[in-house]
Nanobody
Framework: QVQLVESGGGLVQPGGSLRLSCTAS????????MSWYRQIPGNKCELVAT????????NYAGSIQGRFLISGDNAKNTVYLQMNNLKPEDTAVYYC?????????????WGQGTQVTVSS
């Protein structure tokens, strides 16, 4: 079992920056691929960025490519999402996800979400 707690959301003006944090507890952090998703009202939940359990490879949604950076700190059991040049369309609830595939079973854990609002 993994518990995830997000923080760092808030209100920011267009062009501004925010850094989201997601701290994990309850299991070995480095065993999990970590991702950030976002839920825009009326839209499907969108995968924003993923970092592999090894911390080596990352993947990003095309809509945020070049503006967001996902990183992890195994010593702090924390994954970050640095968001730069924010746009109003980035407004959403952002969720942290931990995923592990073990013996053919997929284990998914979610945080409670943090609201990001981009508005002038």
């Amino acid at each position: 079992q993994v518990q995830l707690v997000e923080s760092g959301g808030g209100l920011v003006q267009p062009g501004g920056s925010l850094r989201l944090s997601c701290t994990a507890s309850g299991s070995t952090f480095s065993n999990y691929a970590m991702s950030w998703y976002r839920q825009i009202p009326g839209n499907k939940c969108e995968l924003v960025a993923t970092i592999a359990s090894s911390g080596g490879s990352t993947n990003y949604a095309g809509s945020i490519q070049g503006r967001f950076l996902i990183s992890g700190d195994n010593a702090k059991n924390t994954v970050y999402l640095q968001m730069n040049n924010l746009k109003p369309e980035d407004t959403a609830v952002y969720y942290c996800n931990a995923r592990r595939i073990l013996l053919g079973n997929t284990f998914n854990y979610w945080g409670q979400g943090t609201q990001v609002t981009v508005s002038s």
